[in-house]
């Protein structure tokens, strides 16, 4: 593998789930209840998937993603 030094910035487009944790990091609540929305997930299991992944990769250490009774919620760890 051989590198090349790149000039200038890199243009990078934080992903949706980023910026969903940087609004309930910038809330300052400490939990939320997730509302499901049809038109973004198929259904609840999988948008308790994406926010669960989502927080391991983006948010380890600040936010934890739990699943009580079909009802998703993100809790706020980092306190």
Known sequence: MKFREVTGELEYKKTKLQLVFEEFLESGMRKAEAIF???????????????????RKWARDKINVLMLDGRVYLLRIDR
């Open 37 to 55: 929305d049809p038109d973004e997930y198929r259904d609840k299991h999988t948008m308790y998937s994406s926010l669960y992944n989502g927080a």
